[in-house]
């Protein structure tokens, strides 16, 4: 036997002795269903997306810090506060010349009734004359109510004194007055339309609302 058939016969022995005949099954693991295995990936398609963040509120201001708190205020406080505005309002308006016949007809009442009052006690003086005016019960105007017979001593024949309008007295007047006449400052006797001096006790069956200064004011 030559060479090369004795090598072609070891080459056969080996392969037979591995794989056996050529008629042996072959392996079916080329066969296997995929649809029996259990996936080793899992899939995120179908997972619910991450929620979106919340949107942020933004930080309001802390009103401690941006506004300031006004403490409370006592009624003594109050009322200081009150006559320090009245004080306040007649120094801006203080004027030698009221600006109509209204006004000078007011300030001279408020002049001869209450010159050595305190602010308030003009101011309430001046706030009868008013409250005559629209209480139908007097003349429909200020100097018609400052002139009626019978009811301010100041006045005689209808004629209202004649007034030094330098002094100081005067100029108030006039400032109270105007601020009467403009409401700018509340009525310290609320729909008064008496008053008298606290020296007198002229017996009236009337209400009444305040005592400031040497008056008694009733309605």
Known sequence: MSRT????????AIVFAVFGTVHATPS??????????TPAIVTTTNLPAP?????????LPDPALDQPVAAPV????KEAVVHQGLGEMVAERASAS????????????????????????????????LNRVHSGR????????????????????GH??????????????????DIALSGHAPAPAPKALFFHARSVSPGWHLVRVAAIGNHVFYR
Do not use: M, N
């Open 5 to 12: 058939k004795g090598a072609a016969g070891i080459a056969a």
């Open 28 to 37: 079916r693991a080329w066969q296997i269903d995929p649809a029996a295995l």
């Open 51 to 59: 929620a979106a963040p919340a949107a942020q509120t933004p930080a």
């Open 74 to 77: 006592a009624p003594a406080a």
């Open 98 to 129: 009221p600006a109509d016949a209204e006004r000078a007809c007011l300030a001279t009442a408020v002049y001869f009734e209450a010159k050595g009052e305190p602010l308030k006690g003009q101011l309430g003086v001046a706030h009868v004359i």
């Open 138 to 157: 007097f003349a429909h105007s200020v100097c018609g109510v400052v002139k009626q017979p019978g009811q301010f001593s100041f006045v005689h024949g």
């Open 160 to 177: 209202l004194p004649a007034i030094a309008h330098g002094g100081s007295q005067w100029k108030t007047a006039v400032a109270i007055a």
